[in-house]
């Protein structure tokens, strides 16, 4: 696996890209971190770091959530507190979403010569669809994409192909005529299932293992680098 800087792994005949959200166009961990200790505090229980939290980060909320509960609770007690803290969770979340995040390098002047070379772009997330909607436009990134897909759009989310399927099918092209970018396995297997292209960036977070051992069509440092890998 390449870690690639500059153009070199060029992908041809890529029609539209999907983009995935949080570790991808935004540093959302600080976000997490905040509404999760926020709801572990309504549960007596200790905050964790946010390092913890963002490796649970990527299969969804109900995950996330599942996971935070287990560190301190057995399987039943986590379960039997599960819909509460979720609960708890969103609630904070809700008011949090977007307060602390920030937008990574590339991100802006990527979408922007995507933008240019014709290519459309849709985003595909695990985060709830509402917050995802709420935190692009907050900082200004929606209209850049024809369709937003989260973790609640369909009955399956990434790692199934489910929600790329869905994106090939609204824009009527082939999987292999669409580009998935995403920071972590969940994207890059998501992708392969679906038949899709797709680069890693490696700046995100891959539930605490190492984005080389993904298999993937190549790491990209930012989504500008991704843009200038593409050809139609
Ligand atoms: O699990 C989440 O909420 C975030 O997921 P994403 O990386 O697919 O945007
Ligand atoms: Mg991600």
Known sequence: MNTVTTASIALTGIKAVIIDLDGTMLDTAPDFHAAVNRMRAEFDLAPLS???????????????????????????????????????????????NGNFASVYPGVLEGLETMRKQGLRLACVTNKPLVFAEALLEKVGLRDYFEV??????????????????????????????????????????????????????????????????????????SLLVAAQNLSH
């Open 50 to 96: 946010q390092q913890t939290i963002v490796d649970f980060v990527g299969k969804g909320s109900e995950n996330l959530i599942r996971k935070v509960l287990s560190v301190d609770y057995p399987p039943a007690k986590a379960e039997q507190h599960f819909e509460a803290a979720l609960d708890s969770y969103q609630r904070h979340y809700a008011v949090i």
């Open 148 to 221: 937003v897909y989260g973790g609640d759009s369909f009955p399956k989310k990434k790692p199934d192909p489910m929600p790329l399927l869905a994106v090939c099918a609204d824009f009527k092209l082939q999987p292999s005529q669409v580009l998935a970018i995403g920071d972590s396995s969940n994207d890059a297997q998501a992708a392969r299932a679906a038949g899709c292209p797709v680069f890693n960036v490696p700046y995100g977070y891959n539930h605490g293992e190492s984005i080389q051992d993904v298999d993937s069509d190549g790491i990209v440092t």
